[in-house]
């Protein structure tokens, strides 16, 4: 099986025992694991493919236990670096009554922000077939120009690169940099997942339809994807388009869906890049990986609620 590996940022979202109060009113948290590229490296373990995380943590007791956690789904860390200094990152994240999402993040700097291009496992990057990637390791350096260094080498030696830009607006100074940035990197990406929110962000129109999605669209790309949650997702390539819907379940929290979606789609092109080119196959790895990210909305948390194959299979 093929190495995927999965560069970026790991983290502790502290979560509060109570649904639908504010950050201070909330009357304490539990600890989810999470950070999208390590969601998605485990995602990929858990239906059985091969992954590695590359990545800072603090040298400190919750950056050993988030090392913990990938060696036991059975994600490779031989990527991993641990910083002397800076902490590993948190996040407060809460549901308030209106449906908002509000975050507080602790990240001044932390040590996923720290990665230096120096530190990269090369060879752990090399031996990748899959090199997948967000944006929030962009926002700063040193760790923006690790994350490029990463990029070119993986794609040097072959490797398909995937790129799920995860917007995060408060981490950035402004808008308008998240924006050009983000899109500074859209032609080096063989597949590139976006969410209805980002597409909107991205293209400053609220359009969630081909016309729109068509104009994030490069010939450097093999795969374009808009995912539009209990709607399913839309795919485009240089030969077809369509629509795979999803299946219908009882969502509790859907931390960890479009993640869970990427690592299944990762899990199944691997080995087989040509399904990028099989309408019908690719179709059905989309279905799959809806599968996967509907499942995972029905469970609380992200890591927690990622399922192996048979789990998604019992939508079918
Ligand atoms: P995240 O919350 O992780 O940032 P996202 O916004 O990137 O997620 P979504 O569109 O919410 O991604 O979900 C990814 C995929 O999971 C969807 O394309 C769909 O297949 C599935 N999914 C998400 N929510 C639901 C739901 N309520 N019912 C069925 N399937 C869902």
């Known amino acids: 099986k093929g190495m995927i590996v999965s560069f970026g940022e790991m ?6 025992t109570e649904s639908g109060v504010s950050l201070a009113e909330a009357p304490g948290f539990l600890k989810a ?3 999208a590229p390590a969601n998605v490296a485990i995602a990929v373990a858990r239906l059985g493919g091969k992954a590695a995380f590359v990545g800072k943590l603090g040298d400190d007791e919750f950056g050993h236990m988030l090392a913990g956690i990938l060696k036991q ?3 490779t860390g031989e990527g991993i ?3 002397q200094g800076a902490r590993t990152a948190l996040a407060f994240v809460t549901l308030r009554a209106d449906g908002e999402r509000e975050f507080m993040f602790y990240r001044n700097p932390s040590a996923d922000m720290l990665l230096r291009p120096d530190e990269l496992n090369i ?3 090399k031996s990748a077939k899959v090199f997948h990637y967000g944006s929030i390791s962009l926002i700063v350096e040193p760790c923006r120009s690790a994350h490029l260094k990463a990029m070119e080498v993986a794609k040097e030696a072959g490797a398909l690169l995937s790129y799920d830009p995860n917007l995060r607006e408060p981490l950035w100074p402004s808008r308008e940099e998240a924006k050009k940035q983000i899109l500074s990197i859209w032609d080096k990406a063989d597949v590139i997942k976006v969410s209805d929110v980002e597409l909107e962000f991205l293209t400053g129109s609220p359009k969630i339809d081909d016309a729109n999605a068509m104009t994030l669209w490069r010939d450097s790309l093999k795969l374009l994807l808009v995912t539009l949650g209990e709607k399913g997702c839309r795919y485009y390539t240089k030969n077809f388009r369509g629509v795979v819907e999803s299946f219908e379940v009882k969502a509790v929290d859907t931390t960890g869906a479009g993640d869970s979606f990427v690592g299944a789609l990762l899990a199944k ?3 087989d890049h040509s399904i990028l080119e099989d309408e019908k196959r690719l179709r059905e790895v989309l279905k799959f990986a809806n599968a996967c990210g509907a499942v995972t909305t029905t469970k609380k948390g992200a890591i927690p609620a990622l399922p192996n194959e048979s789990e998604a299979l019992t939508l079918y």
Do not use: A, H, N, T
Not at 11 to 16: A, S, T
């Open 11 to 16: 983290l502790i979202d502290f979560v509060p």
């Open 33 to 35: 694991p999470g950070g």
């Open 73 to 75: 789904y059975g994600v």
């Open 81 to 83: 670096s641990f910083d």
């Open 123 to 125: 060879e752990l990057i």
């Open 269 to 271: 092109i691997v080995d």
